[in-house]
């Protein structure tokens, strides 16, 4: 097999130009793509704990605490104990953080048709469903 072949290679050279990409929309709101990512996974549901908002980025604990603690920085959210389990913490968008994570999600609905035109609707979705099941391969 030819090096260029690989899907290693292939798939890394495809992410290294969306990130680039995505990177570049959100560059002028002084925040990462994780950070942007986040925030529009709360925007879509906001006041949750934070153990169910790891399982819907899928990012690890260490991790998740860590872009928390800087989103809390920079009062984008906040974190609030759960009134039904203690042990809980949820959460929240802060209203910065509010109008902040639906200028990401507008920001990202057109760098995401940007990104993918000139393909049509149903080879963009045929591309998603395989990402999702290499994704979901959990090695």
């Known amino acids: 097999m030819k ?3 690989c899907i290693f290679f292939r798939l890394a050279k495809a992410n290294q130009s969306a990130g680039r990409f995505w990177k ?3 560059s002028s709101l002084r ?3 994780v950070q942007g990512m986040l925030l529009m ?3 879509d549901k906001d006041n949750i704990t934070s153990a169910e908002l790891g399982k819907r980025v899928k990012l690890d604990s260490a991790t998740l605490t860590g872009l928390i603690n800087r989103l809390e920085s920079l009062e984008l ?3 609030r ?3 039904e389990d203690r042990r809980a913490v949820r959460i929240c968008l802060t209203p910065s953080g509010r109008d902040l994570g639906m200028q990401v999600t507008e920001i990202t609905a ?3 048709h940007e990104f993918l035109s000139g393909q049509n609707t149903e080879s963009e979705q ?3 469903h395989f990402i999702d099941q290499l994704s979901d391969r959990g090695f």
């Open 3 to 5: 090096p260029q072949n």
């Open 24 to 26: 570049n929309r959100l």
């Open 31 to 33: 925040i990462t793509t």
């Open 41 to 43: 996974f709360l925007v």
């Open 77 to 79: 959210v906040e974190r």
């Open 81 to 83: 104990k759960d009134r």
């Open 110 to 112: 057109k760098a995401h």
């Open 126 to 128: 045929q591309l998603i």
